[in-house]
């Protein structure tokens, strides 16, 4: 359940995630930097110890969504989705992601959406839906990006009208018009607003990537994004996409 867009620029990109979860999940701890080859960027989930973004010194953000069908094939119990993005969090380039990704064992996993993005590249979405993965690279991706547990086509339409109301059809929109798009309640705190409310779940953060020539910046809004909360912010500085 999470919201995803983004802005690009000449020299590169500001992506905007909204989380949504079910309130019994444990705090999330705000983001930090780690990594030992390619250092990088994620907040830490509290419950298993992985992360649903990440962003590294190579400019690329990763990040994961629910999948279409929930059911997880095969016996044992999953493991954690959140630990596949820090598994893959070191990857200098997208061709280099893709080639891990295609390695993975899908059926140690329950159903998702897996993006990637950097500088000059078109985006990279993974699906696995439980009983295959594709992968494909779209240089034509437009935000808005949503997925959902709760009446996935409705919360869809209605995300996606929402994101053309306040755009007003502009093809790449400003940061501030993304920004007010991820705090809406419009037309009122629900199941179907970019800011989720439902009485077990809700937007529990937004999280804030800036990649530019020169650094990688991740600010983190610990609460809902329409309302007051905490904010912690990390960067690193760029090494450049190696070959």
């Known amino acids: ?64 969504m629910n999948g279409l069908f929930r059911e ?6 999953p493991r954690s989705r959140g630990l596949l993005v820090r598994d893959l969090a070191e ?26 993005v950097a500088p000059d590249e078109p985006f990279l979405f993974v699906e696995w839906n439980g ?16 997925s959902s547990s709760f009446d996935e086509s409705e919360v869809g339409r209605r995300r996606r009208a929402e994101f053309e109301r306040i755009v007003m059809g502009k093809e790449n ?21 970019v800011c989720m409310h439902r009485e077990e779940a809700s937007t529990l953060s937004l999280t804030r990537v800036d990649v530019t020539a020169e650094e990688a910046r991740m600010l983190y809004h610990a609460g809902p994004p329409g309302e007051e909360a905490p904010e912690y912010e990390a960067v690193i500085a760029r090494a450049g996409v190696r070959p």
Request: glycine share 8%; aromatic share 10%; with cysteine.
């Open 72 to 77: 997880r094939p095969g016996n044992g119990e």
């Open 173 to 193: 929109p400003e940061v501030d018009l993304l920004l007010a798009y991820h705090r809406s309640h419009f037309p009122s705190p629900s199941a179907y607003s």
């Open 131 to 146: 009983q295959s993965v594709q992968a494909r690279r779209d240089p034509d991706a437009k935000p808005p990006v949503v």
């Open 91 to 116: 990857s200098e380039s997208i061709a280099g992601l893709s080639r891990r990704i295609a390695t993975m064992d899908p059926f140690l996993y329950r159903p998702f959406r897996f993006f990637a």
């Open 1 to 64: 359940m999470c919201t995803l867009t983004w802005h690009r620029d000449l020299l590169g990109y500001t992506l905007f995630f909204n989380r949504d979860e079910r309130n019994t999940r444990l705090p999330a701890l705000p983001p930090r930097v780690e990594g030992n080859k390619v250092k990088w960027i994620g907040p830490v989930d509290g419950d298993q110890g992985g992360t649903w973004i990440a962003v590294n010194e190579c400019g690329i953000t990763m990040g994961l």
